[in-house]
């Protein structure tokens, strides 16, 4: 059974800065993209960044510059260093896991606030 955990959100003033984590048990390839995607009240779900299993990363456009996606493959995890943080980045943050079977994590909530 495959368990995507994630960690790390919470309450932080504009220009602040988060690391959003995300473990994943139970995928037996070590050939996936993990990432992370945000909904926010009233829109899409939307992608922000993800990485390959050989450390390729893409990020939305809104993201550029200000986020950082990496993984630790021993341990199957998938950090998401979020600074310089806007109200515009208030979401619930997913961790996705595609093996090719996508897989998702419960959620998080970043509020940016101040």
């Known amino acids: 059974q495959v368990q995507l955990v994630e960690s790390g959100g919470g309450l932080v003033q504009p220009g602040g800065s988060l690391t959003l984590s995300c473990a994943a048990s139970?995928?037996?390839?070590?050939?996936?993209?993990m990432g992370w995607y945000r909904q926010a009240p009233g829109k899409q779900r939307e992608l922000v960044a993800r990485?390959?299993?050989?450390?390729?990363?893409n990020y939305a456009d809104s993201v550029k510059g200000r986020f950082i996606i990496s993984r630790d493959s021993a341990k199957n995890t998938v950090y998401l260093q979020m600074s310089s943080l806007k109200p515009e980045d208030t979401a619930v943050y997913y961790c996705?896991?595609?093996?090719?079977?996508?897989?998702w994590g419960q959620g998080t909530q970043v509020s940016v606030s101040s």
């Open positions: 996705n896991a595609v093996t090719p079977t996508a897989y």
């Open positions: 139970g995928i037996i390839s070590s050939f996936y993209i």
């Open positions: 990485i390959t299993s050989g450390g390729s990363t």
